[in-house]
Structure formats: structure tokens, C-alpha cells
């Protein structure tokens, strides 16, 4: 997964042409390049992406460093489908696009609208629930964000849309799967080891913070644990791993841990710059 040269590289050795020269960090097998995917996702080949794994930024306002998180709706949802055919062309016929976005009780919509201007360029085989937080009885586990309202429950999950270019991906379900609680069922059901799918809803908390610096200084990381769920999901070993929005590199995180070969893209260099400083702590 190379970038191809930029067609047009005129004034090369001026130093405005050194200035706009695409910074990039390579660690292992984790490629990471500074700027903005849309300039940079035309510079892959068609069909050379396995998974992507990534969560663009949700348009409701959170406090990046370098991207305003605040466009008209049509301007945001417009640029979302821009994306989305870049990421169709460079996907493979057999790959997996993992998306996460969340919504607001305020704006309810924006992830479902999001996956409808994806919904153009993929079929929707998965829809994941990722859930943050759960209670069960008495017992809570897991963080969110709360918010004081005597109207709206506090927002404990995102949604995770597993998009595939025909909807006919097979994926390793089992490879996220979980035992059987009744051992009986597996002798019952034919099964040859004890493992079952795990569903649609997962849960991943984040992990108990007490400052900013352990989330990376970024308003909106997911867990490495989401992005590693998605990839072991599709299943391919050694996979070409690609996240557009890479933030602080979870998802590249991630990639080499399961021994894949990661790209991403990030708009800021402070981002981009803890990304690879997480990659090179591995
Ligand atoms: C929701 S965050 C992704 C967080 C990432 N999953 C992580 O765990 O760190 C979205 C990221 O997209 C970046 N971004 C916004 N516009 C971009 C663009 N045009 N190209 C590349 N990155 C962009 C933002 O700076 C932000 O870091």
C-alpha cells in the first residue's frame, strides 16, 4: 500500500514545494502521513485495502486542535460522501469498511445520515452497537459522558456500520466470538469448539483516565480493543489496514498488534505526531 507520486510535483526544490511536501512517519509496518485524506486518499491504487477502521469527525462541535467541527449539515454530509467514494474505489471486492460515528440526544440524526451517504457507494452487512457503558441491575460498568437533562438519558453507545461493497464478506465470526455458556449446546448444535458468535453489540469501555495526557490530548479516540475487534472480524491475516481519520493512530495501534501493515491519514500534525510516538512505544 504506497502512495503513488503526486502527478504534478512542478517547483520541486522551491521552498514553497518543501513546505507542502506531505510529512510522514514510518514505524514497523505503519505508515502515517500528515494532511488532509482527500488530497491524499487519490494517491492509492484502486482495490489495494483490506479493512478500513476508522470514525470521521461526527460534526458536532468537539474541540479538535486543527478541524472546526461545525459545517452545514449538507456541506459536512457532502464531504462524508466524498470520502465514502474515495474509500470505495480503494477498497478490495472482498473488504471491509468499519465506520464508526455517534449522535447527540441533541442531534439524533447525524449518524444514520452519515451511513446514508455511505449507503450510495456500499451495502450495510453489520450494523455493530458499541456500547460504552451498560447497567445491569444495580451494577454499572463502563464511562460515558453525562449530561444534565430532565428530558434525555445519558448517551452510553455509537454506532459501528460494517460496510462491505456487495454485502457477501465472509468474516471470521469466531475470531471475535465468545464461549458457550451451556456447554451442552456445542456437542447439541454440531459445533467443533467452544466459541459462538458474539452479536452485534459489543462492549468496550474506555479505560478508567484521570487526565487528558492518557487519552492522548484528543477530544475523541476510540479503544485500540474496537479497532482490533473490527479487524479480526474480517478475518485476513497480514491485512492492509487503512483509517482516513487516523487521530492519534488507534487504529494503526491496533494493525500492528495483530501483525498488519497500517496507512493513515490525520489532518493535524499534533495528532499525527502522538500517533507515531504511540506506534514507536509498542
Ligand atoms: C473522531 S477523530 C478520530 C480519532 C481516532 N479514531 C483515534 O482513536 O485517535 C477524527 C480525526 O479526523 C481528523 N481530521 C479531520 N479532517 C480531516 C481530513 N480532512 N483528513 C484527515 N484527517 C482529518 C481530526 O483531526 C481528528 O483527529
Known sequence: MHLREPEHRPFEHTPAARRSRVAEWKVGEQRLYLGDCLELLPRLADNVVDVVV?????????????????????????????????????????GSL??????????????????????????????????????IGDDTVGHFKPINSRRFLNHSHEAIYHFTTEGR???DRLAVGVPFKDKSNIARWGHVRDKRCAGDVWFIPYRTVQSKAQKFD???????????????????????????????????????????????????????RTAAARLKSL
Not at 454530509?77 to 471486492?93: C, F, H, I, N, T
Not at 495483530?258 to 493513515?264: E, S, T
Open 218 to 272: 484528543h477530544p475523541a479516540g476510540y479503544p485500540v480493543e474496537l479497532a482490533e475487534r473490527c479487524i479480526r472480524l474480517h478475518g485476513v491475516e497480514k491485512a492492509k489496514v487503512l483509517d482516513p481519520f487516523a487521530g492519534t493512530g488507534t487504529t494503526l495501534v491496533a494493525a500492528a498488534i495483530l501483525g498488519c501493515q497500517g496507512l493513515g491519514f490525520e489532518l493535524d500534525e499534533e495528532y499525527a
Open 98 to 135: 468499519f465506520l464508526n460515528v455517534g449522535s447527540t440526544n441533541a442531534d439524533p440524526w447525524v449518524a444514520a445520515d452519515v451511513a446514508e451517504t455511505f449507503r450510495k457507494h456500499f451495502v450495510l452487512q453489520n450494523h455493530i452497537i458499541w456500547v460504552k457503558s451498560i447497567s
Open 169 to 171: 464478506t465472509e468474516v
Open 54 to 94: 476508522t470514525s470521521p469527525p461526527y460534526n458536532l462541535g468537539i474541540a479538535y486542535r486543527s478541524y472546526e467541527d461545525s459545517l452545514p449539515r449538507t456541506e459536512y454530509l457532502d464531504w462524508m460522501g466524498r470520502v465514502a467514494a474515495e474509500l470505495r474505489r480503494v477498497l478490495k471486492a472482498d
